[in-house]
């Protein structure tokens, strides 16, 4: 017999215990990712050529890569919350969920490194 009422048991936190939180990461990510794509936008419209040249003199600019990064960074992190609510809705066998959970993360992370990877590669001037 417990002493707490039904209504404790259900304030806060969903029966996952991280629904609230991955709620508010979601809307988090989104809304940081609205100035990021706009910036990003711009600044490819405003340049004069996409040749490689141009692009790597444009990443290699002071605030241009840390940008890039936090732009990757974010629209993965907001990705892989996305997909995982897909694969949690949507996949009903319990180890299949899971594995499908593993991997999908294990992806957004190597696209994340290799998002990061490639923008200090260029921006430090050793993209070839």
Do not use: C, N
């Amino acid at each position: 017999m417990s002493l707490t009422t039904p209504l404790r048991q259900v304030l806060g936190l969903g029966s996952a215990k991280s629904g609230v939180h991955h709620w508010w990461m979601q809307r988090l990510t989104s809304v940081a990712l609205v100035p990021l794509t706009l910036w990003f936008v711009v600044s490819l419209v405003t340049l004069p050529g996409f040749d490689h040249a141009t692009i790597s003199a444009w990443m290699s600019q002071g605030l241009t890569a840390p940008l890039l990064v936090l732009l990757v960074l974010t629209m993965t992190w907001h990705s892989r919350l996305g997909v995982q609510v897909v694969i949690e809705d949507y996949v009903h066998t319990s180890g299949a969920r899971t594995v499908s959970l593993v991997l999908v993360g294990f992806a957004h992370v190597f696209m994340a490194a290799a998002g990061v990877f490639a923008i200090l590669k260029v921006a430090l001037g050793r993209g070839a």
